[in-house]
């Protein structure tokens, strides 16, 4: 099993176990725990949508663009806070929310999975002067998703 392998099960496996736990939660504490990013369970669940959307292209990107690939990062300068404004997580149908979660998480995992082994070292213009590969971009997306699901524990909990 390669790596790719490994860290599709692990999305998999966590996306599996968080559905039912998601949905279970009350609209209070979905809506008013916040963060210290002052992030409510709704703006963070609508950010990991946008995570895995921004790196679905990349990682499409990656495999056929120019290298290095220029493609904006979104959380930089506070744009994911923008993208979490502009779409209005707090008001989304929070059942939809979830299932955008689990279905936009299942499909990264089947992109994932897809990825030209040749491409892997592609790099990707991260910032100013930084490059990530392809390899180390997706190797990475577990730790940031399980980030976001100990910010969502921690709101739970509080």
Known sequence: MNKFELIGRELLSLVE???????????????ERRN??????KQIVGHMVDSASNNIHRIVHLQYGNIPL?????ATHGNNDRWIAIQNY??????????????????????????NSEKTENKWMSGENEEIS??????????????????????INK
């Open 70 to 74: 220029v493609f904006p990062n979104y």
């Open 134 to 155: 392809l390899e180390d971009m997706v190797v990475d997306f577990p730790r940031h998703f399980k980030l976001h699901l100990d910010e969502i524990s921690e709101l």
């Open 17 to 31: 176990e968080w559905e039912q736990k998601l949905l279970a939660l009350s609209s209070d504490v979905i809506s």
């Open 36 to 41: 210290s990013q002052n992030r409510n369970i």
């Open 90 to 115: 707090e008001e989304e149908d929070w059942n939809n929310l979830v299932q955008l979660w689990k279905f936009t998480n299942i499909h990264i995992v089947h992109v994932i999975q897809n990825i």
